[in-house]
């Protein structure tokens, strides 16, 4: 186990981890873990939604948006705000590895930056629940399910700005090379800015529709 006066790799170096335990897996072993099993996540809800009757290709994509981010919140990033300690495991645990690792991209992370733990305190234990009521919503044709949806969008497109504008406040200064800030910082995070913005189009679209048919029945009276 490190001890408090041992070096670790992030920015800046003069953070203090006390405790801090070095990674025991790789990078590849931490994404392609990451990787394969988000695959099969959204691979068996692509194939579970095929059995649900008169639903839409692109109801059948949003479930499988919505499961994978939805457990991507509960699991990953509730894991991250319920273990403060993350990064003193002094055996591999494999969601402490991940948090170590994209720590490289963004050491507010292992450093517990106030904004980032709120932010992602909020993201894991309302809008994880939410997604997936959402897959639930869709499959069930639920009357809410575009309010709900547009709802939880605009929630992750809030938090992602923040978790930006604050890193940028802050001088954005908090990944160990260009290569860590790329992938992880901006890379891994891209997918919650513009995945979000189309479904809130798409259910703003839907939700308009369906208030000029109702309006127009209205008329008609």
Not at 70 to 84: A, D, I, K, R
Not at 105 to 125: L, W
Request: hydrophobic residues 45%; proline residues 5%.
């Amino acid at each position: 186990m490190a001890s408090q006066g041992e070096a670790h790799p992030y920015v800046p170096h003069d953070l203090k981890l006390p405790g801090f335990v070095p990674l025991f897996l790789s990078q590849s072993e931490i994404v392609g873990v990451y990787g394969i099993s988000s695959l099969l996540v959204v691979v068996f809800m692509w194939i579970f939604s095929g059995f649900v009757p008169k639903l839409s290709k692109t109801d059948r994509v949003l479930m499988c948006w919505w499961i994978f981010t939805g457990l991507t919140h509960m699991v990953l990033e509730g894991y991250f705000v319920f273990t403060p300690d993350f990064y003193q495991k002094t055996t591999p645990v494999y969601l402490a590895e991940v948090w170590k690792e994209y720590s490289k991209g963004d050491s507010r992370y292992v450093g517990r930056d106030a904004a980032v733990v709120s932010v992602e305190g909020v993201t894991a234990v309302i809008e994880g629940p939410a997604c997936l009521l959402a897959v639930y919503a869709i499959a069930t044709k639920k009357s809410y399910r575009h309010v709900l949806q547009l709802s939880i969008c605009l929630g992750q497109l809030y938090g992602t700005a923040i978790y930006f504008i604050t890193a940028i406040l802050e001088g954005d200064n908090f990944s160990t090379s260009p290569f860590y800030y790329y992938a992880y910082y901006v890379f891994a995070n891209h997918f919650w800015v513009w995945i979000p913005s189309l479904i809130v189009i798409h259910c703003w679209k839907k939700i308009c529709a369906a208030v000029n048919v109702h309006e127009q029945k209205t008329k008609t009276r």
